[in-house]
């Protein structure tokens, strides 16, 4: 990618662009709460981490369709690349982000959803460590999401 972020923002899928929104309104809410109320940086990253957690931290409704759960290391992370980087910093597929979304691996019709799914309706209450076994039994090493990702999907299925 070049370095000039608007060309950067206009490459990006409609995926890659609303998370790079909901990171922004995620950092401005922990900003203007460490302001506010006089906070730490520490203090206010687990407090909006947490009021997020509790679907109350002070974002758009949307940003909860874009990201299930946020830690304060999260946002201390997001806060640091943005200082060292600015917008470029949040974008994906900076440092060592992976290049791929959730969407791209338990997406509609996905070799790896089809799997899944197969799988829960015979071991409902199975672990991430579980199905991430039986997906591996299905595709190649590389094509494997990270356990995140999977406790991302089953979190999202309901399990």
Do not use: N
């Not at 995620?26 to 947490?50: G, K, M, N, P, T």
């Not at 799988?119 to 460590?129: G, N």
């Amino acid at each position: 990618m070049s370095d000039d972020p608007l060309r950067q923002l206009s490459r990006l899928e409609e995926g890659g662009f609303r998370r790079l929104a909901a990171r922004l309104s995620l950092l401005r809410a922990y900003a203007r709460h460490r302001e506010e109320e006089s906070l730490s940086d520490a203090q206010a990253q687990e407090e909006v981490a947490e009021a997020f957690e509790q679907r109350a931290a002070a974002v758009d409704d949307w940003v909860y369709d874009v990201y299930d759960s946020v830690t304060a290391r999260t946002l201390r992370r997001w806060a640091q690349q943005l200082r060292d980087d600015g917008l470029q910093g949040l974008i994906d597929r900076h440092g060592r982000r992976s290049e791929r979304s959730y969407e791209s691996y338990f997406g509609a019709g996905s070799e790896l959803r089809t799997v899944a799914l197969h799988y829960l309706a015979d071991h409902p209450d199975c672990t991430s460590t579980e199905l991430l076994e039986e997906l591996a039994q299905h595709v190649d090493e590389e094509e494997l999401p990270t356990r995140r990702t999977v406790q991302r999907f089953l979190r999202k299925m309901g399990s």
